[in-house]
């Protein structure tokens, strides 16, 4: 089993940065594709920015320019460094890899 452990959430005023953190118990990052989803209240969950194996990366198009997801193999840890923050950003944020899920961390972005 592989646990995720997402943490970096926190309340940001509107252009802030926040950068999150998805730690695995296991070197998995580095087999699966990883992304970053989340979830607001009242809507389905969507996903926000993927890396790939081989370190691709893609984002929706509502974060493009604003956040950047990364991957430190050795430290088994993806990041989503996230700038110019919007109140629409305000969610709970998620990392998965192939079947394996965190438990989120919430990020309210409000003034």
């Known amino acids: 089993q592989v646990q995720l452990v997402e943490s970096g959430g926190g309340l940001v005023q509107p252009g802030g940065s926040l950068r999150l953190s998805c730690a695995a118990s296991r070197s998995i990052f580095s087999l699966y594709t990883t992304g970053w989803y989340r979830q607001a209240p009242g809507k389905q969950r969507e996903l926000v920015a993927s890396i790939t194996r081989s370190g691709s990366t893609n984002y929706a198009d509502s974060v493009k320019g604003r956040f950047t997801i990364s991957r430190d193999n050795a430290k088994k840890t993806v990041y989503l460094q996230m700038n110019s923050l919007k109140p629409d950003d305000t969610a709970t944020y998620y990392c998965?890899?192939?079947?394996?899920w965190g438990q989120g961390t919430q990020v309210t972005v409000s003034s």
């Open positions: 998965g890899a192939n079947t394996f």
